[in-house]
């Protein structure tokens, strides 16, 4: 496995950590809890892919604390940067997106030398690597299907971080080698059309939608743990807007009816 490279600037005030606010872990508790029962407890790695229809909407971000709060869990996993167009997963890290993916899908390197230790146990991280000028053609090729199996030999649960399906088809091309995706959302800026367009896109290549989550959730300040004790709550050095929530109101068999309400 690789060596961790440091890196001056990280884009971490969103990443967990044990400083983070009690609402936040909370929430991501409660999405592993719920992702973890939303598959078959027979596989023997879990693999969950995170998408959202545009940008901005907190792929990154969410993929990241899902697998760092997983991970919590000691178990063993791997988060992946599939997004092989405008990768980020490093930056969450403080890590350097030398090599990666993109290189190990071109035959450049070993998948074992793209695996680097995130710096919290049990969490592994490959990053996107050198930009592709085909990314689609990667991602959708017999190499990045191989690659998936043979990690999936090292790690309990492999995580997957990918580009906006309304934008580009990177993220469907890969849906059908992982056993979930999940659609992030931002609070009070995914619109309702551009939801459902997303939703009818995976729809057609028949991924097995697990849930939504919904991102960058207000929450109230006045919350049931500020109240009781009075460290907890939103008044703290997050402020407003970060909250996370998460619906799962979304099935695959009323995915349009769901998605318009
Ligand atoms: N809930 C949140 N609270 C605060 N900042 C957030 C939140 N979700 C995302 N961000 C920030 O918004 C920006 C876009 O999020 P990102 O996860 O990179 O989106 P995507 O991967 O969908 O493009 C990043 O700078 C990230 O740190
Ligand atoms: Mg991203």
Excluded at 10 to 34: C, G, H, P, Q, Y
Excluded at 37 to 43: Q, S, V
Aim: glycine letters at 6%.
């Amino acid at each position: 496995m690789a060596k961790k490279v440091k890196m001056n600037v990280a884009d971490n005030k969103s990443v967990i950590s044990e400083n983070s606010d009690f609402a936040l872990s909370e929430a991501f508790k409660a999405i592993r809890t719920n992702l973890t029962f939303a598959l078959p407890n027979n596989l023997k790695c879990k693999k969950l892919l995170f998408t959202s229809a545009y940008p901005g909407e907190g792929k990154t971000t969410v993929s990241t604390n899902t697998a760092i709060t997983i991970a919590q869990t000691e178990a063993k996993v791997l988060l992946i940067d599939a997004d092989l167009r405008k990768p980020k997963i490093h930056t969450k890290f403080g890590i350097e997106n030398r090599v990666g993916l993109s290189n190990v899908l071109s035959g450049m390197i070993n998948v074992d030398d793209a695996i680097i230790p995130s710096g919290r146990l049990n969490l592994w991280v490959m990053t996107a690597g050198v930009i592709p000028p085909n990314p689609a053609e990667l991602l959708s090729s017999e190499k990045m299907k191989e690659t998936i199996e043979a990690l999936e030999e090292r790690f309990d649960y492999i995580i997957v971080d990918t580009s906006p399906i309304n934008l580009v088809s990177d993220a469907l091309d890969i849906s059908s080698i992982v056993n979930g995706v999940v659609l992030v959302i931002k609070f009070k800026s995914s619109t309702h059309p551009a939801t459902k367009e997303a939703l009818s896109k995976l729809e057609f290549v028949n991924a097995n939608v697990l849930g939504i989550i919904m991102n960058n959730v207000t929450v109230a300040k006045d919350t049931y743990y500020k109240r009781k004790k009075g460290r907890y709550g939103y008044a703290g050095k997050y402020g407003y807007g970060y909250g996370y929530g998460y619906g799962y109101g979304y099935s695959q068999k009323n995915s349009s009816d769901d998605a318009s309400k």
